[in-house]
């Protein structure tokens, strides 16, 4: 499971190596990052804005994941319960925005920078849960460690935008009334998925306070 303790030697190459394959690992296994990302793409007017997008939550998501590892959050109980709520939010508001006319969206790429960057923040802080469970701050080649989890994150990210971008694109061009139905088929499914999660997290804060 992703939550176990992760045994690794002194070796710098060893413990890098070891979360590397944790960070592809929990990005591709989370499936409410999956989404997210998925509905990222889905929204992208062209491959400019996609960039703008993914470099903005990836920005996000490697800050709060230091912090959050690091201990510069706050230690109360509903803090986690909280930060996956709005975790199951981002897929619904990415799932919404994906659905968006591409000409309500132009110009407005460089803004979706800042929004993907802000919620890539929510996201980096649940990166960092999973990591202060299978890493302690006192392992060996710490840094190390917490760099190649980051660097796995990326590369599980970036699977996932190379298997949905060709497919997104090939059915765009193929045909825009099935590429509007699909996507807002897919769109839909994502959010209604994400508000389960949202009213399941709810119950999960409100039980801490």
């Not at 890493?135 to 990326?154: H, K, M």
């Amino acid at each position: 499971m992703l939550g176990d303790p992760v045994t690794i030697s002194r070796s710098a190459f060893s413990a890098v190596l070891t979360f590397l394959k944790e960070g592809i690992r929990h990005i591709v296994e989370g499936a409410d990052h999956v989404l997210f990302v998925l509905c990222l793409v889905l929204g992208a007017v062209q491959l400019k804005s996609l960039v703008w997008r993914i470099t903005g939550f990836t920005i996000g998501h490697s800050i709060t994941l230091t912090a959050g590892f690091s201990g510069f959050v706050p230690s109360v109980p509903w803090f986690i319960p909280t930060v996956e709520t709005g975790i199951a939010l981002s897929i619904i508001y990415a799932g919404a925005i994906s659905i968006v006319p591409a000409r309500e969206l132009a110009g407005r790429e460089r803004n979706m920078f800042i929004v993907t960057g802000t919620i890539g923040f929510l996201h980096g802080l649940g990166f960092s849960f999973v990591l202060q469970k299978i890493l302690q701050i006192t392992s060996p080649d710490i840094w190390q460690s917490l760099l190649a989890f980051n660097v796995g994150v990326e590369i599980g990210q970036l699977a996932i935008i190379l298997a949905a971008w060709p497919v997104f694109s090939s059915i765009e061009r193929s045909s825009n009334s099935a590429w509007r139905i699909g996507r807002t088929g897919i769109a839909t499914v994502c959010m209604a998925v994400a508000g389960v999660w949202t009213a399941q997290r709810v119950l999960s804060v409100i039980a801490t306070l």
